[in-house]
Structures are given as structure tokens and as C-alpha cells.
């Protein structure tokens, strides 16, 4: 079975700069996650969606931070324009729905991104 | 809001030895998910064992066990005969049944020295 796939690994910009990153999950897997992990620190949620819907965002700074997922499969994550304090790898993970799989979830390789 | 806390910042054992990580949670949830999950130097995060706090059992995983204590809300992870393999971050993590969103700790720095 095929992991959850991120591109791209690694990405520099200067700040006030845009950057998207992408997310493809598990195959079958409705539930999506973003998390944006700083270093030295967990992952925090960012946003998650069941199929293309969205079922919590409360942490995405949503002055600059969007997400998508058109179709209910890839998803999108874009920071525009990109602070200092955006540095972080970012994370996509996926899941099948809740109880009946005991809420596992699977974690893509990430984003590591650099503002400069 | 749930917490979960990880007391450790870094622990560093021998090759063969056993060591345990500490995390303790707060939550006025009953039914609820925790969870210990790997992420070596490549980054991803893959998941070491999971409890289901109904269950008095401690889960085990071949060299991974939990000692699961609901009424102290600890969930400490105990590894055996640790292994070069084993050094990596070691998240704790919550997630409770209602809220359906997985808050993780600080992550201890585990290293297996040769």
C-alpha cells in the first residue's frame, strides 16, 4: 500500500514570498490532516478535512495560510506571503474515518520549509 | 482543552538497555486514544503503539509496552532491549473520541548509543 506522498521535500524563499505545498493521501482515506510542526515541538493541526469538506481550521492563520482539497483525494496547502516564524516542516496525514479504525492516523515524509 | 505534556526533552541509553518516557495528559474526556509515535531523523512519523483508555490492559507491541495509569493520567512508554534502530523524536499523543483532533507533546529526543 502506497504511504501518503508530500512534495516538495525541502523549499527556500524569502519572506512576503508564496509557497504551496502538496498532499496526496492513502488511497481511501477520507480524512485529511495538515500540521505544522516548528523544531523542537509537536505537530499542531492546521486544518483537516473529511473528503472535501472542512472540519476544523481553528488554528490556520487564515490571513495568509489556505487549503483545498478539490475532489476529495490531493490536497493543497498555500502560505502567502510567508513570515520568519513559518519556518517549519509541515505535515500531511491521513485516516480512515474515526472509531472503527481506532483514529490511526498515517504521516507523509513533509514539507521542510525555510523563510529567509 | 486537552494537553499533553512530555517531561523529558532527551534521553540517551545504551545499545540493550531499556528506557522509559514519561507523558502525562490532562482531559475531562472519558473516552479517549493515546498514542506514542516515532519520527526518526527522515522524518516521518510513523506510529509506535496505540492504548484505548476503556481498556485496563497495557498495550504491547513485541519490545514496546505502555504503562497506562488513567486515574494519574500517565501513559509512559517502556522500550526493551533498545536497538541503534530506535534512536529518533517519540511524540505522546490524545485524541478523544468527541473532539476527534490529535494533540501531541513536545517530544522526547531519544538516542541509542552503540
Known amino acids: 500500500e502506497a504511504g501518503v506522498a508530500q512534495s516538495p521535500r525541502y523549499k527556500i524563499i524569502e519572506k512576503r514570498q508564496s509557497v504551496a505545498f502538496w498532499c496526496n493521501p492513502i488511497?481511501?482515506?477520507?480524512?485529511l490532516y495538515w500540521y505544522q510542526q516548528i523544531l523542537g515541538q509537536g505537530p499542531k493541526l492546521l486544518i483537516q478535512f473529511q473528503n472535501n469538506g472542512v472540519v476544523d481550521d481553528s488554528q490556520l492563520p487564515k490571513d495568509r495560510f489556505s487549503a483545498e482539497r478539490l475532489k476529495g483525494v490531493d490536497s493543497t496547502l498555500k502560505i502567502q506571503p510567508a513570515k520568519l516564524e513559518d519556518s517549519a516542516v509541515y505535515l500531511c496525514a491521513s485516516s480512515l474515518p474515526g472509531l472503527a479504525y481506532s483514529y490511526e492516523q498515517y504521516f507523509g515524509p513533509g514539507t521542510r520549509l525555510t523563510v529567509t | 482543552a486537552q494537553t499533553v505534556t512530555q517531561s523529558q526533552p532527551e534521553m540517551s541509553v545504551q545499545e540493550a538497555e531499556t528506557v522509559t518516557l514519561s507523558c502525562t495528559y490532562d482531559?475531562?474526556?472519558?473516552?479517549?486514544?493515546l498514542f506514542w509515535y516515532k519520527q526518526p531523523p527522515s522524518r516521518q512519523m510513523i506510529l509506535v503503539i496505540r492504548q484505548e483508555a476503556y481498556k485496563q490492559q497495557n498495550a504491547t507491541e513485541n519490545r514496546f509496552s505502555v504503562n497506562f495509569q488513567k486515574a494519574a493520567k500517565s501513559f509512559s512508554l517502556k522500550i526493551s532491549d533498545s536497538q541503534l534502530g530506535d534512536t529518533a523524536m517519540y511524540f505522546c499523543?490524545?485524541?478523544?473520541?468527541?473532539?476527534?483532533?490529535?494533540?501531541f507533546g513536545q517530544g522526547t529526543r531519544l538516542t541509542i548509543n552503540p
Open positions: 482531559t475531562s474526556e472519558s473516552n479517549y486514544y
Open positions: 488511497s481511501g482515506h477520507a480524512t
Open positions: 499523543a490524545f485524541i478523544s473520541t468527541g473532539a476527534q483532533k490529535l494533540v
